[in-house]
């Protein structure tokens, strides 16, 4: 090891004493560049995000007991029953029945019969709502035809399948009225409602994809056949007044109509046509 002339230190102690020298220097040069940088300071770390409990108080009250009333109407009057179609069983999940009957029958909204709607008419069953849109066979963009509105829960379940337009006749006019102020309100108001008799048809928007008619003529309308598409479906109660009917789908094959009963069914008596007039 070299000293330097005059230096009393061993050059081990120097070489250690200059280090430590150099070693100071750059800590205090990193702290200056530090201080002048133009870096945002580190946000401070966010406390943890409460996870809100699910609670009694906060859970959508209403939508309880009617989500609930209609998953179970739907698979053990609708489903068991063998209806299958996904699109069918969505809409009857998903329109609000409880909001179509009156008042008295809240609590059977959801049960497997008809209700009274008020001047001796019903809301159909729920199984056979269900049916009869299946009977349709709805594809999008076609246009459907219902005679007898009622209470306006078919003319919804129509209208929630989606990409279908719905005309809807009912010839009692209070019922028409009721019927138009609730699915505006229910927000179906897309559906466009007519008060008049539905034996004639809508002529004005024919031809139909689909007619769909909620009362029992004791025969097949003329003017329905006649403003049913060709290939069309059309789906309705026939019997005589006061009895049981033939629930029938028609479809409309090179002009022709072919028949295919589907069982026996009970309906209001159709009224109106051309012995009314
Ligand atoms: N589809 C209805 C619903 O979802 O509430 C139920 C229909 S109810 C079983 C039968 C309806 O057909 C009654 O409201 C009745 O006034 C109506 N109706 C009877 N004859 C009619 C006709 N010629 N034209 C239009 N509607 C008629």
Known sequence: ?????????????????????????????ILYLLAVSDLPPAAPTPPPTPVPLITEAAAPAEADWTVSARAAMVRDTIEARGVTDPDVLRVMRTVPRHAFVLEDYLDQAYADHPLPIGYGQTISQPYIVALMTELLELKPGDKVLEIGTGSGYQAAVLAELGNVEVYSIEIIPELAEQAARRLAALGYDKVHLRQGDGYFGWPEHAPYDAIIVTAAPDHLPAPLSEQLAEGGRLVIPIGPPGGYQTLWKFVKQNGEMKAYSQGGVLFVPLTGGPSAR
Not at 2 to 14: A, I, L
Not at 16 to 25: D, K, M, T, V, Y
């Open 1 to 29: 090891m070299s000293r330097s002339p005059g230096d009393p230190r061993p050059s081990f102690v120097r070489w250690a004493q200059s280090r430590w020298l150099l070693h100071q220097a750059l800590a205090l040069i």
